[in-house]
């Protein structure tokens, strides 16, 4: 199993910012997907979920009419495209894959998300 998160970096506020994790080693289009974030001294915080379909999502509240989360299935990867980035956002942001009835989930390394400027 491998999870990769490139992208991360540094954005202004009010700024936007895309955030992909790409997977493989298990059967991608069954697993649920979710974004966690978790900024110093704070406890880890789910951002989003989106269904193995890509049919139902979920947002946290603090992030709702700002970020989209999709999934491609043909190609292994979810996206978390965030938009109007406050300075409440920045965070180590990271991917997690989760089968819908028990067993391991995998997570990404994380990526640094800074709103700044």
């Known amino acids: 199993v491998h999870v990769a998160e490139p992208g991360g970096g540094l954005v202004q506020p009010g700024g936007s910012l895309r955030l992909s994790c790409a997977a493989s080693?298990?059967?991608?289009?069954?697993?649920?997907m979710r974004w966690y974030r978790q900024a110093p001294g704070k406890e880890r915080e789910r951002v989003a979920t989106i269904s193995a379909s890509g049919i139902v999502t979920d947002y946290g509240a603090s992030v709702n009419g700002r970020f989209t989360i999709s999934i491609d299935n043909a190609n292994h990867t979810s996206y978390l495209q965030m938009n109007n980035l406050t300075p409440g956002d920045p965070a180590v942001y990271s991917c997690n894959f989760s089968p819908p009835f028990g067993g391991p989930d995998y997570w990404g390394q994380g990526t640094q998300v800074t709103v700044s400027g």
């Open positions: 080693g298990f059967t991608f289009n069954m697993y649920f």
